[in-house]
């Protein structure tokens, strides 16, 4: 049976390339398992959803009789037993995991918030203070500090390609889109030779097809 992945039915433009069922996408990609999508309503969040995801987020998934919420979490679950999740480097590769999310995108969305608020109030404020906005991008900075000193020395964060590479390297796109990485060489580097991997293009071309279709669908409905 194949996975069901669970992303929103429709979302404006900004997010798209960046809802997290695009990495969900890249490691079934990777792991060649097919898979099919379904969706849960963006607004107003439904009960269904909820009982899958109790903060009312994506990405899911279902295997079977699993329902499983956290990209990394569910990330880890797919790459069990591939090389995506090597045994000989399994806890070196869920600590990059875990530094990619909690510490890489912890600071990062933490910056992006203040940004959001920032450029559109009316859907993501309040703004803060700039001395506030800086300091979160400073907090992040520190972070992209560290991690192009050691990416400057390797092609992948713990040995060959892994799960780890996929968390740190979606984190890392958020910065990179806005101009963050510049600077930082080596990570810009690391970003560029992840995404050009034929499992990310396939997923990233997947996840716009999906927003695309979700326009069509909704065109329809004002139709009918
Ligand atoms: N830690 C969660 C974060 C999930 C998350 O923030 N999902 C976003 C989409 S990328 C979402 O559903 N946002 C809408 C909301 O929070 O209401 C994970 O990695 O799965």
Do not use: C
């Not at 992303?7 to 997010?15: A, G, K, R, S």
């Not at 969900?24 to 099919?36: D, I």
């Not at 107003?44 to 990209?71: N, W, Y």
Request: charged residues 25%.
């Amino acid at each position: 049976m194949s996975v069901v992945l669970y992303t929103y039915d429709w979302l404006p433009d900004f997010p798209r390339g960046f809802v997290r069922d695009l990495r969900v996408r890249w490691a079934l990609e990777e792991t060649g398992r097919a898979y099919a999508v379904a969706t849960v309503p963006a607004r107003p969040k439904s009960d269904g959803h909820r009982a899958m995801q109790p903060f009312a987020q994506v990405p899911i998934i279902r295997d079977g009789d699993l329902t499983l919420f956290e990209s990394g979490a569910i990330a880890l679950y797919l790459a069990e037993g591939t090389p995506l999740l090597p045994e000989d480097r399994r806890a070196e590769v869920t600590q990059w995991l875990i530094a990619a999310l909690n510490s890489v995108e912890a600071a990062s969305g933490g910056w992006m918030g203040l940004v959001l608020a920032e450029r559109m109030p009316e859907f993501f404020g309040p703004p803060s203070t700039p001395d506030v906005v800086e300091r979160a991008r400073r907090n992040m900075k520190a972070k992209l500090d560290a991690l192009e000193t050691l990416m400057s020395g390797r092609e992948w964060i713990a040995g060959a390609f892994s799960v780890a590479d996929i968390m740190m390297v979606d984190v890392l796109r958020i910065p990179d889109v806005e101009g963050q990485l510049s600077g930082y060489p080596a990570l810009a580097d690391y970003v560029a030779r992840a995404t050009a991997r034929p499992a990310f293009r396939k997923a990233m071309d997947d996840h716009m097809a999906h927003w695309r279709a979700a326009d069509e669908a909704r065109q329809m409905s004002r139709f009918a």
